[in-house]
């Protein structure tokens, strides 16, 4: 054995053969490329020479990934590289033996096979020598000796490591298929235990026997038919690596769906997503909800039960947005903030009608869960107060190159903010500028206006009151039974234009009435 200390960093191989191995791979992805890059080489040079660990690792990381037959898959294809220096010489001198090697005279067809394999043997030994720059006392190359007729054992000391073997395999075997095959059927057995390993070589030995068979294919349709069986099986597991990736992605995709806003997370996997530091500014509306009274309620509960409650009630209200088209934003203690026009939207008043959908909804989803969680005890249950705004905000990724945030800042989120602390208990409270889209939605009432430090206007707040009934007939508008304090019918949609559509009404009833008068 060789003292591996005293020969550290001196074994090379040349940038040929470690091109041809780079070459021999790229059906498998750039597993290659990317060892090389990992060792800051961006070029190979083929007259230079490089580290032999540089070619094991390489071997390795196909090894962990694809298994044993994709590193007989490269040597089958590292065989063609080699065809001027040992394949090709190797097939010429078979054919002059033909006669032998096709003799049914055992003798003379077992001397014909012993002269092609001692040729053959002989020019893998002398291009490892060429192509190897080692360690001082270890014997790089080919040895083989005779066991008995038609049986022999080779001896291969190259430097790789011992887990290459596949490799060398594949590489053999190509070309005794082409040089031997149309004569012979052979087996190899690998003798693992006498695997020989230490820095700058490995040795390997196998046992190969053959039995005379002739063939009806030539060398080089025996050689298509294995690589074809090998590169099935190739196929089969990159095939079922591929699935499992997906099946990892597709799980480390739902897992990070929890923490980032599940568009943010779909546009990622996609590669549609921009992962750099930039925001833009986009008019949106805000949400902000919180608990009243969270801390003095929380205290009447039991650890267990107030974290029951609570990711309960975070699991209803995140379903809702998610249904509702919603980007949440993040989770503050008890409060919760989400987000619509970003990083999809369906233009600006339909954004803010969908926030107010969804509030509306998770109103009426804490009606249901309140009473629920009264018949299970607990005696004061959450009530939750809503916040709705909508206006220009700075929207994207926010944070530094080591970490990001995706998120919005600006005025209008501290409005949204202001005006769900200003909200009724199980109440929502909204801006003029939400209600203007929503008008025929809820009934509201006017609230007192807000003033903020950093916002130039007051800002006008209104608190729902109700759905509207938008499918509510004219008739029934024009003539709701409800009177005002003018003695004139209440209508239940104040806004402008719906007054102006039933004076419109109105007077092309009394036109309708006038007709009929006999002047």
Known sequence: MVDAKNHKNNVTISGKVLLSTITTMDTLGPIGQEVLNSHGIKQIVESEQYPYELRSVIHKAVLDKYGEVALIAIGFNNAELL??????????????NSEGL?????DKNEKSLHAVLEFFFDKGDTVIKQFTSGVTG?????????????????????????????????????????????YFLWDREFEKDKTESSYGYSSWFWILRFTPEKSQLSGLEILNEKKNEINSKLMQVVLADAFNQNKKMERLSSQLAK???????????????????TTRRKKLTIFFSDIKNFTSTSEGLQPEDLTKYLNEYFSEMTTIALECGATIDKYIGDAMMVFFGDPESEGEREDARACVEMAL??????????????????????????????????????????????????????????????????????????????????????????????IKRDIKSFAVLSRKNINISVDETMYDTEINEYGRPRIQDDSLENRLSILEKKVDLILNKLDHVDW
Not at 151 to 176: D, W
Not at 382 to 411: A, D, H, K, P, W
């Open 83 to 96: 065809h001027d220096l040992m394949g090709g010489p190797t097939i010429k001198y078979s054919k002059k």
């Open 102 to 106: 096709s003799s049914s005279d055992i």
């Open 138 to 182: 270890v014997e790089y190359g080919n040895t083989w000796e005779k066991l008995d007729k038609f049986v022999y054992r080779l001896k291969c000391t190259m430097a790789l490591e011992a887990h290459s073997e596949p490799f060398i395999r594949g590489v053999q075997n190509a070309q005794l298929f082409q040089a031997l095959g149309k």
């Open 259 to 277: 923490y980032i806003p599940p568009q943010i997370n779909e546009a990622l996997f996609k590669g549609d997503y921009n992962t750099e530091i």
């Open 361 to 454: 909804k998770m109103q009426e989803r804490m009606t249901q869960l309140q009473e629920k969680w009264r018949n299970e005890g607990f005696s004061d249950p959450f009530q939750v107060r809503i916040g709705v705004n909508t206006g220009y905000c700075n929207v994207g990724n926010f944070g530094s190159e080591q970490r990001l945030t995706y998120t919005i800042i600006g005025g209008e989120v501290n409005v949204a903010q202001r005006l769900e602390g200003n909200a009724d208990a199980n109440g929502i409270l909204m801006s003029y500028e939400t209600y203007a889209h929503v008008q025929n939605m809820v009934n509201v009432e006017e609230r007192e206006a807000l003033k903020m430090k950093g």
